[in-house]
């Protein structure tokens, strides 16, 4: 069965300092990847999207990811984090055709807690 | 322009009951799908919505069922509600057509079963 595993449940890190939440998926055929925020008692927002091209994908709020297909990976960086950065990071992956269908496999999401 | 809205916020059940949560799509989109988040999880397909039709379906029970209507917008229907049916039950659209649309989510319904 697909899945989706994001290796860490929490990160602690410094204000300012750089930060990578890792997620791996079980399989590189025809994926796109995408990465969420959810603040508290919110919905997901996106971060950033993977659907082709180039491995390193830009998002908003200064995170960056990068596609590796030889190791399955979507990791989630961003070079100085601010406290404001403090929520929920999920991974998703969506297999198949289509980048449209809404059907999102995620992980079981990462805790980004930025301390002062 | 309104993104995904769904209601209601907040609701509470007692076991055995049945609700129905709402989605109306953010403009231009036609596709509407349901997640189950449960507490400390992540979401969690239930199943999709295009053409009045369900697309595609996650495993979860027939106690879940839903509709679209022609305006695009959703119901999800839970029947005979179980304690583990508490959770955030999010909605997102997304247009079919083309390749690489962003889905949007709601901000949810959070469900107590008691």
């Known amino acids: 069965a697909q899945s989706v595993t994001q290796l860490d449940s929490q990160v602690p890190v410094f204000e300012e300092a750089p930060v990578e939440l890792r997620c791996n998926y079980s399989s590189s055929v025809s994926v796109y990847l995408f990465w969420y925020v959810q603040y508290p008692n919110q919905g997901l927002q996106l971060l950033l999207k993977?659907?082709?091209?180039?491995?390193l994908v830009k998002g908003i709020n200064g995170f960056e990811a990068e596609f590796n297909k030889s190791q399955t990976s979507f990791h989630l960086r961003k070079p100085s984090v601010h406290i404001s950065d403090t929520a929920e990071y999920f991974c998703?992956?969506?297999?198949?055709?289509?980048?449209?269908?809404?059907?999102?496999?995620f992980g079981q999401g990462t805790t980004l807690q930025v301390k002062p | 322009d309104a993104g995904v809205t769904q209601s209601p916020t907040h609701l509470i059940k007692t076991r055995g009951q049945q609700v129905t949560l709402r989605c109306s799509p953010k403009?231009?989109?036609?596709?509407v799908s349901w997640y189950q988040q449960a507490l400390g999880q992540g979401p969690q397909f239930i199943f999709q919505?295009?053409?009045?039709?369900?697309?595609q379906r996650g495993n979860f029970p027939d106690r879940f069922s839903g509709h679209q209507f022609p305006n695009y917008s959703s119901e999800l229907n839970v029947n005979a509600l179980l304690l583990g049916d508490s959770a955030l039950y999010l909605c997102a659209s997304s247009f079919r057509g083309g390749r690489g649309n962003t889905i949007y989510f709601g901000e949810g319904s959070w469900l107590t079963v008691v």
């Open positions: 919505y295009y053409e009045e039709e369900e697309r």
């Open positions: 403009s231009g989109h036609d596709t």
């Open positions: 993977y659907l082709s091209g180039s491995t």
């Open positions: 998703a992956v969506s297999w198949g055709g289509s980048s449209n269908t809404g059907k999102l496999i």
